[in-house]
């Protein structure tokens, strides 16, 4: 089966370094969400893409996150510099939106849990 | 802009028990519905959606659900559970227009116990 891929699985890290994740898309697929989970405010979405170009990132903190797809098989989240407050579990979902509706739904990758000291 | 609401926060079913878990939206236009589920430690995994069509849809493991349009419902059930189902579900919504990120809830920790 096609999978999302998202590396590292784990992050232990000191605050004010920088943390980048990584995402490999299901082949094939358009769309590319990045989303964060924590135990007080659930699962978030903090950017898309559709067709590498970025349509929302309003769920970002501007000041020191920012997402890009530098090709049309990876995607990246970066934070810099990192604060314990970012500690939480960051998925990658991939899927393929069509013109018309959005009738097929995403894909989840593992995640990557990081944890910022 | 569109919300969903888990009521159930967390479950202790025993085994063989039937279960439904409750979600609701709030969206006046047209929605994809979706359940997913976490188990311990991994990422989501699709259990089921409903774009159009039949209300009541039959996803893996055994759950259903069934959209009511007029309640803004689409409730998550299962005949009879088992341990291995322990995990949290998630209910979550697209619309059609706008952003296609999946709104979700807060969710629904399901203990089984054997």
């Known amino acids: 089966d096609a999978r999302v891929t998202q590396t590292p699985r784990h992050k232990v890290t000191e605050m004010g370094q920088e943390v980048t994740m990584r995402c490999q898309p299901i082949l094939g697929h358009n769309t590319v969400f990045w989303y964060r989970q924590t135990m007080m405010q659930g699962l978030e979405l903090l950017a898309y893409f559709r067709n590498r170009a970025p349509l929302d990132d309003s769920g970002m903190p501007k000041d020191r996150f920012s997402a890009e797809m530098p090709d049309a098989t990876l995607a990246t989240l970066k934070i810099q510099p990192s604060e314990p407050r970012d500690s939480a579990v960051y998925f990658c979902?991939?899927?393929?939106?069509?013109?018309?509706?959005?009738?097929?739904?995403?894909?989840f990758g593992d995640g990557t849990r990081l944890s910022i000291l | 802009a569109q919300s969903v609401s888990q009521h159930n926060h967390h479950v202790i079913l025993s085994e063989a028990a039937s279960l439904e878990l409750g979600c609701n939206y709030s969206y006046g236009g047209t929605v994809n519905l979706f359940w997913y589920v976490q188990y311990p430690g991994q990422h989501l995994q699709l259990l089921l959606k409903?774009?159009?069509?039949?209300?009541l849809v039959k996803g893996i493991k055994g759950f259903e659900a069934e959209f009511i349009k007029s309640k803004f419902s689409f409730n998550l059930r299962k005949p009879s559970v088992q341990w291995s189902d322990t995990a949290e579900y998630f209910c979550a919504v697209t619309v059609e227009t706008g952003r296609r990120a999946l709104t979700f809830g807060s969710g629904t920790r399901l203990q089984v116990q054997p």
């Open positions: 979902a991939s899927g393929l939106v069509l013109e018309r509706n959005s009738n097929q739904p995403q894909h």
């Open positions: 409903y774009f159009s069509g039949d209300p």
